[in-house]
């Protein structure tokens, strides 16, 4: 009995799913604006037929990052220490320019200092870097990120 119950519900679960209709109307699609830049830019990059390390020159910024960790020492300043990468597949970089940000207990931004990694970075490559800021002394805590790349000739 349990056997026929359970055949008849899956049945009847199959039939009701065939049976009903969708709201979806093709004619009714829209695209965002975020998928139109995104699909204005990839037939930007198609038009074009910009190469691989044309590509990554021109979007520099989005094949480098920077890990690191920060300190502060006995006297207050902040010790930022750390690496960059170069994650491109073909260009060179160099003239990593990182910015600092420097917050309070509230979160709210005390100051930014500029700090410039001169090594050039061939596709794979990491170069450590050492920073000392003895101004905001009274922050809480550090964010770096990668401000501005320069693309090695």
């Not at 995104?38 to 074009?48: C, M, N, V």
């Not at 990554?56 to 990468?85: F, H, L």
């Not at 061939?122 to 002394?137: Q, R």
Request: one cysteine or more; glycine letters at 4%.
């Amino acid at each position: 009995m349990k056997y026929v119950f359970f055949i008849v519900s899956l049945i009847t679960l199959t039939t009701s799913c065939e049976l009903r209709s969708t709201n979806f109307d093709p004619d009714e699609q829209r695209v965002y604006e975020d998928e139109v830049v995104q699909i204005a830019s990839w037939d930007q990059f198609q038009t074009e037929k910009l190469t691989t390390k044309e590509f990554e020159n021109e979007y520099a910024e989005k094949y480098v990052d920077a890990e690191y960790t920060a300190r502060q020492n006995s006297k207050g300043y902040w010790i930022i220490e750390g690496s960059i990468k170069n994650f491109s597949s073909e260009s060179y970089f160099e003239s990593t320019e990182l910015i600092a940000s420097f917050y309070n207990d509230s979160n709210e931004l005390l100051g930014t200092e500029n700090y410039t990694v001169q090594d050039q970075l061939a596709p794979g490559d990491l170069a450590g870097f050492y920073y000392k800021s003895e101004k905001h002394v009274d922050a809480t805590s550090v964010r770096v990120k990668v401000n501005r790349v320069g693309t090695a000739k």
